[in-house]
T-cell receptor, first 114, second 112 residues
C-alpha cells in the first residue's frame, strides 16, 4: 500500500503544452510538498501546503500552479512547458509543517520536454 | 540558504566507515538526512532537532552542533546497501512555514 503516490511516473511532452501531475498520500499527513530535482540532482522545494492552505511558494514561474482539493491530494499543473522544465518532480508529505517530522517522498515524475 | 555538504563523493569497501558533513550559514532548527538510490525517491534516515532530540534508524548515527551550525552523519561498518546519494536538509525557522533546503548531496559508493 503506497504511502505517497504520484502519476504519471514518466511524462514526455512538447514545448508549449500544458500538463498535470497528481499526488496522493494515505498517511493522514497535514502537509504536502512539491520538489524539483534537476539533472545535477539538486532537490529544490517549490510549494508547500498545510491543511489545503498554501504556506510556501518559492520563486517558481507562475506557469506552475499547485492545487490541493483536500489534504490528501496535491496536484501540480504546468502551463506552456519549456525545455528547462525537464526534471524529476517529487511530491512529499509530512505530519506537520514545523520541520520536526520526517518527509515521505513519492516515486517521482520524470518530465521530459522536447 | 543551501547547506554545504562534504565530501562530494566517497568510495568505500564493505565494512569501512564514513562521515558526511553538513554545514549551514544560518542558525538551525533541525537537520534532516535522506538517502536516494539511483532512480528512486529520497528515503528518510534521521532528524536532529535543536535541543538535542534525535529520531532515526538504529544503524546510522548523527551529531548536531548547534553552535557551529553543523551536522555529521556517521555510517559504520558499511554495507553494499548503503550506496546512494546522501542529502542533508536544513530548516532554519522552526515555524509553520517549514522549508527544508537540501544540500547538493554526497555520492557514497560501497564496493565488495
Amino acid at each position: 500500500d503506497t504511502a505517497v503516490s504520484q502519476t504519471p511516473k514518466y511524462l514526455v511532452t512538447q514545448m508549449g503544452n500544458d500538463k498535470s501531475i497528481k499526488c496522493e498520500q494515505n498517511l493522514g499527513h497535514d502537509t504536502m510538498y512539491w520538489y524539483k530535482q534537476d539533472s545535477k540532482k539538486f532537490l529544490k522545494i517549490m510549494f508547500s501546503y498545510n491543511n489545503k492552505e498554501l504556506i510556501i511558494n518559492e520563486t517558481v514561474p507562475n506557469r506552475f500552479s499547485p492545487k490541493s482539493p483536500d489534504k490528501a491530494h496535491l496536484n501540480l499543473h504546468i502551463n506552456s512547458l519549456e525545455l528547462g522544465d525537464s526534471a524529476v518532480y517529487f511530491c512529499a508529505s509530512s505530519q506537520d509543517a514545523f520541520g520536526a517530522t520526517e518527509a515521505f517522498f513519492g516515486q517521482g515524475t520524470r518530465l521530459t520536454v522536447v | 540558504q543551501q547547506p554545504v555538504q562534504s565530501p562530494q563523493a566517497v568510495i568505500l569497501r564493505e565494512g569501512e566507515d564514513a562521515v558526511i558533513n553538513c554545514s549551514s550559514s544560518k542558525a538551525l532548527y533541525s537537520v534532516h538526512w535522506y538517502r536516494q538510490k539511483h532512480g528512486e525517491a529520497p528515503v528518510f534516515l534521521m532528524i536532529l532537532l535543536k535541543g538535542g532530540e534525535q529520531k532515526g534508524h538504529e544503524k546510522i548515527s548523527a551529531s548536531f552542533n548547534e553552535k557551529k551550525q553543523q551536522s555529521s552523519l556517521y555510517l559504520t561498518a558499511s554495507q553494499l546497501s548503503y550506496s546512494g546519494t546522501y542529502f542533508c536538509g536544513t530548516e532554519n525557522s522552526g515555524g509553520s512555514n517549514y522549508k527544508l533546503t537540501f544540500g547538493k548531496g554526497t555520492l557514497l559508493t560501497v564496493n565488495p
